[in-house]
């Protein structure tokens, strides 16, 4: 079955841009919220995929992204802008940890939200 990209969920069509930037193996992949319109299964899948890239073949990655959740899975630093500026900077643990902006607390409760919300649609399904 062809489809033609118009005929794609935006789902569908981010993971197929994401295929098409990985098929031929860069050393740097900047991802512009890639997870942002992916369902939680293929989300985690992505961050899976990712990781294993970066292990396998020393992929270097700058993501961009409200995900903080995914940065974190991801990214060894997180810098957090607001309005353009850098409000913080530290490593991913210690910024998931011990956030220190109002920005940054603000993009990790949203994060907390939308897991909770996922959580509660996936139990509500398999009832």
């Not at 489809?3 to 050393?27: D, K, N, Y």
């Not at 109002?102 to 399904?125: D, E, G, R, V």
Request: hydrophobic content about 40%.
């Amino acid at each position: 079955m062809a489809l033609t990209p118009s005929q794609l969920s935006t789902g569908q069509a981010q993971r197929v841009a994401i295929a098409r930037a990985l098929i031929v193996e860069p050393e740097l992949l900047v991802a512009d919220e890639p997870t942002s319109s992916l369902d939680p299964v293929n989300r985690q899948r992505l961050i899976d995929l990712l990781n294993t890239l970066k292990q396998q073949r020393a992929l270097k990655l700058i993501l961009v992204t409200h995900d903080l959740g995914a940065a974190s899975a991801l990214c060894d630093d997180i810098v957090v802008l607001d309005q353009g500026q850098v409000v913080e900077h530290d490593c991913a643990t210690r910024i998931m940890n011990s956030p220190s902006h109002p920005t940054t607390k603000a993009l990790i409760h949203a994060q907390s939200l939308t897991s909770a919300a996922n959580k509660h649609n996936t139990n509500s399904q398999t009832q």
